[in-house]
């Protein structure tokens, strides 16, 4: 009953917080600011370069929360062969990459820190798969891999600035820039055209694993590729697996970001509404000898999407007068209230409000 007040993106965290709980997930709440400090030196890993700094009364620069993850890393232990299994529902303040101004944003999502294995993986895609069900039926959940293009990358050639530019390719699936690049940089043309027909690559997972089983690349990116099929094969049983594809042009920083990267997009929503993946790289930087893998639900964006919102503000408008016996209209408020109706009792009709019935008492 509770339910059918609540938002659209309020019942959508509702069903994730109930569903990361049924998979052993805690609940992790923190403090709307922490020390400057922790996101100073992990600047590169926040989504905003934008962050909103105050003095406490004691001297020290604190700063308002842009990133839950890094506080989250911060505050796991470190017990060997156990895992911290987190989720929230937490703002942030950042930078809007669309107004250029600071944004209250939230967001719920989850992290699995520790002793990672394969299942670990699995279950955290697997859940950002069930987390966008939740959102909509009509999703994508996108999958890359930073191994599989970092051994690629690495192969091909160890100069750093071409890495970075082949990159940016990637992500613009420009393959007329990456041969331009190849050719700024001395590449062969064999080399030129697997990492062109890598660019292009893009589909089920089964079609895209498969060209990738054909490349001979490395031992790395054997490796890399064999992680990806695994987990492919245990995806499999999953539902809404035709809704998954595998695309390299998601690419996270590869500072902190290996393994496997996900991004989720639902219909309606322009942006990327789920957005992780695997960061030992930021753990280790952080210096915990650990591994990680989570991703986070921007349930801000989902607000366009609440089509179950009603046309009506109020079920019943009851209009009466000064003159009005107080229990008569006490009377007549809690007997439409016990029959489940929502209600507004007022001396005058109210310009904006929207009802289904009016009574005068």
């Known amino acids: 009953m509770i339910e ?17 709980s049924k998979y052993g997930y805690l609940p992790y709440k923190m403090n709307k600011f922490e020390e400057y400090d922790l996101y100073a030196k992990n600047k590169d890993f926040l989504v905003s370069d934008g962050i909103i700094t105050f003095t406490d009364i004691g001297g020290k620069l604190l700063a308002l929360k842009p990133d839950v993850t890094l506080s989250i ?31 209250e944003i939230m967001q719920t999502g ?19 798969g069930k987390s966008l069900g939740a959102i ?14 970092s051994a690629l990358l690495d192969k091909i050639s160890s100069n750093e600035k071409f890495a970075n530019e082949a990159i940016e390719c990637i992500e613009k699936k420009s393959t007329h820039t990456i041969k ?13 055209e697997a990492l062109c027909d890598f660019c292009a690559l893009h589909g089920t997972p089964s079609h895209v694993i498969s060209k990738l089983e054909n490349m001979d690349v490395s031992q790395e ?13 245990l995806l499999r049983d999953d539902e809404g697996y035709d809704k998954i594809q595998i695309d390299f042009s998601l690419l996270n920083d590869m500072n902190y970001y290996n393994g496997i990267a996900i991004n989720g997009f639902v219909n309606g929503v322009c942006e990327c509404v789920l957005f992780g993946g695997r960061y030992d790289k930021l753990l ?14 921007y349930t801000d964006l989902l607000t366009s999407l609440d089509n179950s919102t009603s046309a ?10 000064k003159e009005t016996d107080a229990s008569v209209l006490k009377k007549t408020v809690e007997k439409l209230v016990s029959e489940g109706k929502s209600v507004s009792a007022q001396m005058v009709e109210p310009q904006k409000l929207r009802f289904k019935e009016k009574i005068e008492i």
Request: glycine residues 8%; hydrophobic residues 35%.
């Open 4 to 20: 059918k007040y609540l938002k659209g993106e309020e019942r959508i965290v509702l069903a994730l917080r109930s569903l990361y």
């Open 73 to 103: 890393i911060k505050n796991a232990s470190d017990e060997k062969g156990a895992k911290n299994k987190v989720y929230y529902s937490e703002n942030v303040y950042r930078i809007s990459g669309a107004t250029r101004e600071y944004k």
């Open 110 to 128: 989850l992290e699995c820190i520790g002793d990672l294995t394969l299942y670990d993986t699995y279950e955290v895609i697997s859940l950002a």
């Open 136 to 149: 909509s039926n009509d999703y994508v959940l996108e999958i890359s891999h930073m191994g599989i293009i």
């Open 180 to 192: 331009a690049v190849c050719a700024e940089y001395g590449i062969s043309k064999e080399d030129t």
């Open 221 to 233: 990116f054997s490796a890399c590729v064999e992680e990806l099929k695994s987990i492919d094969a």
């Open 284 to 297: 280790d930087k952080m210096g915990k000898g650990c591994e990680g893998v989570g991703f986070a639900v």
């Open 312 to 321: 009506y503000d109020v079920d019943t408008l009851v209009i009466y007068s």
